[in-house]
Every structure is written in structure tokens, then in C-alpha cells.
């Protein structure tokens, strides 16, 4: 992906796709720490999740990748 450093006031700024940010858990207006490595910028969210964000985020749906168990048919001793 190809980004542009363009004129923003008397800054300059780079946009970032919504995917990208999206993929990072970063919204508007949240802090980024910026930081140098070697000839890299490393760009990392600051915002702390709370648990509060991760309960008002979660989605009570089921998860088909693990067997909860919840089958009426008889298992194991409940068969004898």
C-alpha cells in the first residue's frame, strides 16, 4: 500500500486507511506514540482497553471452532 506526505497547515501529514486503523483498534482522535527505528516510523496506539471496552465490545455469539458441549445426545458415562 503507497501512502503520500501532503501539506497540513504548516505540517506535514500521511493518511491512514480506515482498514488499517480499523486492524489496530484505533478510532479519530485517539494517541498514537510516534517513534524512529533506524529509517522507520513506528506508529502505536496509546489508548489503554479497558475492561470496560472489551465488555461493551464483546458479542455474546457462539464460536463454531470449539465443541461447547451443548448436544442433547448422551456422552461418555451417560451412555451406560
Known amino acids: 500500500m503507497l501512502g503520500q506526505v501532503a501539506r497540513w497547515g504548516n505540517s506535514q501529514g500521511i493518511r491512514l486507511p480506515k482498514k488499517i486503523l480499523k486492524s489496530v483498534g484505533l478510532e ?3 494517541q498514537v506514540e510516534i517513534t524512529l527505528k533506524g529509517n522507520s516510523i513506528i506508529i502505536k496506539p496509546t489508548v489503554k482497553k479497558t475492561l470496560e471496552w472489551y465488555l461493551e465490545s464483546y458479542h455474546n455469539e ?4 470449539y465443541d461447547w458441549g ?3 445426545a448422551p456422552k461418555g458415562r451417560e451412555l451406560l
Do not use: A, G, I
Not at 62 to 65: A, E, Y
Open 28 to 30: 479519530l482522535n485517539e
Open 70 to 72: 451443548e448436544s442433547d
Open 62 to 65: 457462539p464460536d463454531d471452532r
